[in-house]
């Protein structure tokens, strides 16, 4: 019996990606609570307003970079922010269609990252992360 | 002994003790007048020739031994002078004197032979007239082979000066022409009679900078040294370059009385030159030009591939979830998002045409245009969003009202600028647009002004123009517009920037290459 997660997170402005993906963690039933962002900011505001509620706060983040208004990267340097504040660290994956390796260099360099996935990603690959 | 000299001195001209010579022996009239007759004879002869030598002598000053004849003539004199008394004896026995006489002779005599001893080497050496026609035949034939190769020399160096295309010229110390070749005649078309004996302020040299010239001219005759510069012609409309060498001719005392001027004409070379110069800025340009659109290039591929990806990665997981998919309207919403997808895809692949297109029609047909013109063409097509945000919209295109330009382009640019304008518009105020034209040097400058919600450029605006990089939640920004825009204008050379202040408006300005 694996652990079941309070909440996930996707941070995706891709309507089609965030319903395939919604729909393939809810397949696992790994996952009590699917939190779904289009914007960055909001995701933001989001996270910020558990600080009080710790249990609200989402274990796993699955994050995009190309975003309008607030990319993956300008999410990164406010969440690093916010972090200090939390009760537990998120785990945070970086998920993209970009083969860029610039990219991919970045996203080392962070260490609150704790992967890089190339979309499009797989049941499989969704099953590992969760069952972490 | 003494007492001797003394008389002799004393009584030298008296007859004291010699009888007159016809009283002395036994002469017979005959004998007597013979040998007196023969005596005046010789004294008339030996008198006769020295005149006849010192007048020769006095009339040819160049005859050689002038001192050796002087002195036979004196010898003759004395022998004759002696033979003279000699005669005279027979009446007045001058004995004493004629003693004395006879030695004067003797000294003279034994000089004159001495004199002749010393001169005989030189006498000798003396030649003949015969010899010294032959001498002269030699020296004659010598000359004559000199001046034949003279001659020759000089044909070749004619040759050579006039067959060599450039202008060979030499000037006296008065700067007057001594010596043109055939190149000046053929460039200058005159005659040669044009030319000898004339300064250069004197011929017809078109615009020819004449001062610099003899300047220069009079320089190599001070200086003794080459002078090499550049010298320009203005023939009509058509300008000849030159490379003059002005070289001092120096004789063997280190004397100069003469230049020689060799003009080349490099007109070709200089054109050439100046062509080479164009090409190469023209190459750096093209090169420069290449680098920034092998930069937008690797931009676009990054970007479409990009937003094709995604979207084939949708169409991937969508099509695994189907597969599992057991729930019937799950399955039909699946369907509709692979039908969103291939839409995505397909728009995508036509802004990526678009931009294709944009470099492809670079030689579309330009023509000249009125800003008015397609300005109120265009709001007429847009009149029901005009209405409706109740968009103000003015222009002033009198300082530059056409311009040579696609008339594509144009209205695509145009019509991006004002729909983004009513887009952005504020909800505070009513929407006021105002389009103007101006000429700034050899470009003509469009500005369209709004008072709109405006930018913040310090955070977009590195985003403003880029594709599909919007930053603003209106569900109509696309991304698109601006980035086709920037395309068109940048297409034809021109540029486009933007300066806003948010809450109070923006200001597009677009420069033209004005035609």
Known sequence: MSKTLNAVCIIDDDEIYQFTTKRMIEKTQLVKKILVFSDAEKALEFIDSTISNSEDTPEIILLDINMPIMDGWEFLEKYIQIQPKLAKKIIIYMISSSLDKRDLAKAKEISEITDYIVKPVSTQQIKEILIR | ?515
């Open chain 2, 1 to 515: 002994m003494l007492q001797e000299l003394y008389d002799y001195v004393i009584k030298f001209f008296q007859f004291s003790g010699f009888p007159a010579r016809w009283m002395c022996g036994d002469w017979s009239d005959f004998h007597g007048w013979l040998y007196i007759i023969s005596n005046i004879v010789i004294w008339a002869a030996y008198f006769t020739i020295p005149i006849i030598l010192l007048y020769f002598v006095y009339k040819r000053k160049d005859l050689p031994f002038k001192k050796l004849i002087i002195l036979f003539t004196l010898f003759i004199l004395f022998c004759g002078l002696t033979h003279l008394v000699d005669a005279v004896i027979f009446w007045y026995p001058i004995y004493r004197v004629n003693a004395f006489l006879l030695f004067g002779t003797a000294i003279v005599s034994f000089f004159t032979a001495l004199t002749l001893k010393k001169e005989m080497p030189s006498l000798m050496t003396y030649k003949s007239p015969e010899e010294l026609e032959k001498i002269i035949e030699i020296r004659t034939k010598e000359l004559l082979k000199i001046n034949k190769e003279l001659e020759l020399s000089k044909t070749e160096f004619r040759a050579l000066v006039d067959y060599i295309p450039d202008v060979i010229v030499k000037l006296d110390k008065d700067i007057k022409n001594t010596f043109v070749n055939k190149a000046l005649i053929k460039e200058t078309h005159f005659d040669i009679d044009n030319f000898i004996g004339k300064t250069p302020f004197e011929l017809d040299y078109r615009n020819a900078d004449i001062n610099g010239y003899v300047n220069n001219i009079k320089k190599v005759f001070e200086t003794k040294k080459t002078i090499i510069y550049d010298r320009e012609f203005k023939d009509g409309n058509v300008t000849k370059y030159y490379k003059v060498s002005i070289i001092p001719l120096i004789s063997d005392e280190d004397e100069i009385n003469e230049v020689m001027v060799i003009a080349k004409n490099i007109t070709k070379e200089k054109n050439a030159e100046k062509e080479l110069k164009e090409s190469l800025e023209n190459l750096q340009n093209i090169s420069k030009g290449l680098i920034v659109k092998n930069k937008q290039l690797e931009n676009y591929a990054y970007i479409i591939s990009h937003n094709i990806r995604s979207p084939i990665g949708n169409l991937i997981s969508l099509l695994n979830l189907y597969d599992e998919e057991e729930d019937t309207e799950t399955k039909e919403t699946i369907i509709d998002n692979f039908k969103k997808c291939t839409e995505i895809i397909s728009k995508t692949i036509g802004h990526l045409f678009e931009v294709v297109q944009i470099r492809q029609n670079l030689e579309s047909e330009q023509k000249l245009l009125n800003f008015e013109g397609i300005l109120k063409d265009l709001m007429t097509s847009i009149s029901i969003q005009i209405f409706e945000t109740k968009a103000k919209i003015t222009y002033d295109f009198s300082q530059c009202p056409e311009i040579v330009y696609s008339k594509i382009y144009l209205e695509s640019i145009l019509l991006n600028l004002l729909t983004n304008a009513i887009k952005y518009r504020s909800y505070d105020r009513l929407p006021e647009i105002h389009f103007e034209t101006k000429k700034e040097d050899d470009f003509i400058i469009l500005t369209c002004q709004d008072n709109g919600i405006g930018i913040d450029l310090e955070k977009n605006g590195h985003k403003l123009f880029g594709l599909y990089k919007t930053f603003n939640r209106n569900s109509d920004a696309k991304g698109v517009g601006l980035f086709l825009t920037k395309n068109q204008i940048e297409a034809l050379g021109g540029t486009i920037t933007a300066d806003s202040e948010v809450g109070k408006g923006t200001i597009f300005t677009i420069q033209f290459n004005s035609f």
